[in-house]
Nanobody, 114 residues
Framework: QVQLVESGGGLVQPGGSLRLSCAAS?????MGWYRQAPGKQRELVAT???????NYADSVKGRFTVSRDNAKNTVHLQMNSLKPEDTAIYYC???????????WGQGPPVTVSS
């Protein structure tokens, strides 16, 4: 069982920035973030491997940056130029090689509103 502890999130105005962080209880091959908006399915935001290979949803490319600290088993999501459509619960993700396991955190809410 992987334990994930998230921090960050909250309320921000359109165009603003927020940073999410997540700490895992051990070394994880792929970490990142998914999100789920009200009435919608959970979707990928961004993930990154221990080797630094990252992938992003098209909707966040150029605005969000995922990074990780392998020594501390942490992953961060820097979110800039936030839009109201970014409002969602953001779930930290931890995944094994070739999908051997998948875990999600509790999810800090992010609300983008004026």
């Amino acid at each position: 069982q992987v334990q994930l502890v998230e921090s960050g999130g909250g309320l921000v105005q359109p165009g603003g920035s927020l940073r999410l962080s997540c700490a895992a209880s051990g070394s994880i091959y792929r970490m990142g973030w998914y999100r789920q908006a009200p009435g919608k399915q959970r979707e990928l935001v961004a993930t990154i491997t221990t080797g630094g290979s990252a992938n992003y949803a098209d909707s966040v490319k150029g605005r969000f940056t995922v990074s990780r600290d392998n020594a501390k088993n942490t992953v961060h999501l820097q979110m800039n130029s936030l839009k109201p459509e970014d409002t969602a619960i953001y779930y930290c993700y931890a995944g094994g090689l070739l999908g051997s396991f998948n875990f999600w955190g509790q999810g800090p809410p992010v609300t983008v509103s004026s």
